[in-house]
């Protein structure tokens, strides 16, 4: 068979632990295959094994077969296996700035995947334009003599994308290529990968978290759960009737609940003709311009926008980390001026809950911080009432933040924020990178603790169906400047400006409506 063939792939990590259990699935040339999952089902790890790039490590133990054109790729020692990464096999991986190399433009980084794959010297150069210009860049000269950090998130996805064809593969393996993109770039970047199939005749192997995502782009899903697949078929069958208790869950997961109608009440936080600039050189960059909105106790208010929009320079000058060039931020009465005492009044809920921890220290340690540096008493009693408030065991304490879950990390961020008891809490894309399950949770805990607490919650996100889900109000905007606003559910169904539309129109379809498409035959079926 040509393409893609797995045959009951078992993958078993030192300690043991059995990372994947008979994974059997087919990628023909021209397909799309999705494997979905919940963190830590074995979905990475097996687009891994698939490409022979677990690392070598004593007591690591990889079987079954792993067929690419009839040729078995388990079978094949280590220089061989060069030959086929590259040039049959390309790998999009989940995070496109980690995936780059900091140190070389984007120039250097293609043409030394090119001459890695045999290009001629001579024709490198135009190769890697037509490669720039095949996944949709512009003004690739300058693009090509850009760093990795100067790029958007999207254009560092596309960037990958290129690297990843630079041998003309015939299967491509890409796991969560969409994570933390919003939602119009999001849709970019799937079009492109779905044109680069029909277009070239590549298998796409599809890794992802999330359930309508990949059932709006592959011919077949696959549900991993605990290393196993316990449901396969094509996306009206996964969807429609799912035959295991966990792809139900992962549906029900998917249909996020609505906000309640927005209440009348007095406003806690008042921001008003907020204004932010960054100097770069001698350039100024104007972030947000004039933005203004209010936010009662017990309120949760949705700040939403693309990427760049200027949404995390507000949560930053909300937070009091960052100062505005001018306007004002008020709450209940006061305005930033003492970090310290502006900190045990409004708290930061960071995007990358791994990134706000020190890897160093334990999860106690991270929580008895605040109360080191606030000095303040009883820190004992009051992480243990915090923890309980976040259903979070008390038995994660000595912990590191890489042994925790994604979803036991975000709360663990939220807990410390809640430690000080803040009266306005600003999270800034929450939910970005968590499962479907997950990210119900979470959102779930917050609107909890805004009607418990009567917080005044300032929701960030690109993804208009969270913030859909705990808030009655939305405010969108568009290179710092405000283009529209009003209740959540008025704003998505009938969007004023085209902007909003685009998001709006960006966003996965329901569940019920993704239709059927062609489907692969599942070998274990």
């Known amino acids: 068979m040509s393409g893609l063939l797995v045959r009951d792939l078992r993958v078993t990590l030192p300690g043991p632990v059995e990372a994947v259990r008979g994974l059997s699935l087919a990628v023909p040339p021209g397909s799309v295959v999705g494997l979905v999952g919940a963190s830590g089902c074995g979905k990475s790890v097996s687009l891994l094994a698939i490409a022979r790039l677990l690392p070598k490590r004593r007591g690591l133990v990889v079987s079954g077969e792993v067929l690419l054109d009839g040729r078995d790729l388990l079978a094949l020692d280590e220089v061989a296996m060069r030959g086929v990464r590259g040039r049959r096999i390309g790998v999009v991986f989940q995070d496109p700035a980690a995936a780059l190399d900091p140190l070389m433009t984007i120039g250097a980084q293609l043409d030394e995947a090119l001459a ?13 334009q037509a490669l720039l210009e095949e996944v949709g860049l512009q003004d690739t000269p300058r693009l090509r003599a850009a760093w990795p950090h100067e790029l958007s998130g999207g254009q560092q996805q596309r960037v990958v994308i290129a690297l990843a064809l630079a041998g ?50 592959a011919s077949e899903v696959l549900v991993m759960h605990r290393g196993t697949v316990v449901d396969a078929g094509p996306p009206r069958a996964v969807l429609g009737t799912p035959r295991h208790p966990v792809s139900r869950a992962m549906v029900e997961a998917a249909q996020l609940a609505r906000a309640p109608a927005p209440r009348a009440a007095p406003a806690r936080l008042r921001v008003q003709a907020l204004r932010i600039a960054y100097r770069r050189g001698t350039h100024v960059v104007n972030a947000v311009q004039g933005v203004e909105f209010e936010i009662a ?10 990427s760049g929009s200027g949404k995390s320079s507000i949560a930053r000058a909300v937070a ?39 890897p160093r220290h334990t999860a106690r340690r991270a929580l008895e911080e605040p109360f080191r540096i606030h000095r303040l008493p009883d820190a004992e009693a009051r992480i243990a009432a915090v923890l309980a408030e976040v259903g979070l065991d008390a038995a994660l304490l000595g912990r ?47 609107a909890a603790l805004c009607a418990q607490r009567g917080l005044a919650l300032l929701m960030i996100s690109h993804d208009f169906a969270a913030v859909r889900a705990i808030c009655p109000r939305v405010v969108v905007l568009d290179a710092g400047v405000v283009i529209e606003s009003g209740p959540a559910e008025e704003v998505m169904r009938a969007p ?30």
């Open 297 to 306: 106790a017990g309120e949760a208010l949705g700040l939403v926008g693309e």
């Open 320 to 358: 009091g980390l960052v100062a505005p060039l001018s306007g004002s931020i008020d709450l209940d009465g006061a305005r930033p001026g003492d970090p310290r005492a502006w900190a045990r009044r409004c708290q930061l809920v960071a995007q990358d809950p791994l990134g706000a921890l020190n």
């Open 496 to 525: 004023r400006h085209a902007r909003t539309a685009a998001l709006v129109a960006a966003l996965p379809p329901p569940l019920a409506a993704l239709g059927n498409r062609r489907c692969t035959t599942h070998p274990s079926a």
């Open 116 to 128: 890695a794959n045999g290009a001629a010297p001579a024709g490198i150069a135009g190769r890697a």
């Open 400 to 446: 590191y933040p890489t042994q925790l879950s994604g979803g036991q990390r975000q709360r663990l961020c939220i807990a410390r924020a809640l430690l000080l008891d803040p009266a306005v809490l600003v999270c800034d894309e929450p939910v970005t990178a968590l499962d479907a399950a997950l990210r119900r949770q979470v959102l779930e805990l917050l």
């Open 168 to 217: 003309d593969p015939s299967l491509l393996l890409a796991d969560e290529p969409t994570t933390a993109l919003d939602p119009t770039v999001q849709a970019q970047v799937l079009r492109l990968l779905r044109d680069l199939v029909a277009r070239r005749g590549m298998g796409l192997l599809l890794v992802s978290h999330d359930l309508p995502l990949v059932a709006g782009q």
